[in-house]
T-cell receptor, first 111, second 115 residues
Framework: DAKTTQPPSMDCAEGRAANLPCNHS???????VYWYRQIHSQGPQYIIH???NNETNEMASLIITEDRKSSTLILPHATLRDTAVYYC????????????FGGGTRLMVKP | NAGVMQNPRHLVRRRGQEARLRCSPM?????VYWYRQLPEEGLKFMVY????????ESGMPKERFSAEFPKEGPSILRIQQVVRGDSAAYFC?????????????FGPGTRLLVL
């Protein structure tokens, strides 16, 4: 079972920031938070990951709360091409290297 | 730098036939993972392989499914005697051989349709 909870869907206006929340209240100290997205049944695309510090790359920013029980993925200027299902995944070392995908958040970017 | 490649992208089989799905990892990657996505569902882990070794096959159905990653050539996911319930998108991912937390990068998938 996925160890994360995400809202099933969100809307965002084009050009505005999209803030996608994720709860992972049972995360353990050595588990990372990963974000992937899947655009219309294409292969999942890696976005970003982090352990406890905030992270930023060319695609997005990841904000992890101090207690690590939740995080937020931020797409600073959403475009129509960012419409996708976004998956927040906690990497469970005890389960080996697999990624466990939950339901994700279906983000709809609207003009 | 080419990404993960999968072929064929689409595969149609009749019930009882065999399906072979191929995955070529990214250059420098020696870890391969297979996931299945049934219609309107999320991705489910199937198997994790390194060169010539199956490391974790806990997500593989016990019958008809097998996977290999030979010393030379792509990884192969083989489904024997396909049934309609095998219709799904099969995704391969690869990662470099440097540790448990290495990022997995996905291919475009193979969409299998069983008639």
């Amino acid at each position: 079972d996925a160890k994360t909870t995400q809202p099933p869907s969100m809307d965002c206006a084009e050009g505005r920031a999209a803030n996608l929340p994720c709860n992972h209240s049972t995360i353990s100290g050595n588990e990372y938070v990963y974000w992937y997205r899947q655009i219309h049944s294409q292969g999942p695309q890696y976005i970003i990951h982090g352990l406890k510090n905030n992270e930023t790359n060319e695609m997005a920013s990841l904000i992890i709360t101090e207690d690590r029980k939740s995080s937020t993925l931020i797409l600073p200027h959403a475009t129509l091409r960012d419409t996708a299902v976004y998956y927040c995944i906690v990497r469970d070392n005890n389960a080996g290297n697999m990624l466990t995908f939950g339901g994700g958040t279906r983000l709809m970017v609207k003009p | 730098n080419a990404g993960v490649m999968q072929n064929p992208r689409h595969l149609v089989r009749r019930r009882g036939q065999e399906a072979r799905l191929r995955c070529s990892p990214m250059k420098g990657h020696s870890h391969v993972y297979w996931y299945r996505q049934l219609p309107e569902e999320g991705l489910k882990f199937m198997v994790y392989l390194q060169k010539e070794n199956i490391i974790d096959e806990s997500g593989m159905p016990k019958e008809r499914f097998s996977a290999e990653f030979p010393k030379e050539g792509p990884s192969i996911l083989r489904i024997q005697q396909v049934v309609r319930g095998d219709s799904a998108a099969y995704f391969c991912a690869s990662s470099p051989p440097q540790g448990l937390q290495e990022t997995q990068y996905f291919g475009p998938g193979t969409r299998l349709l069983v008639l």
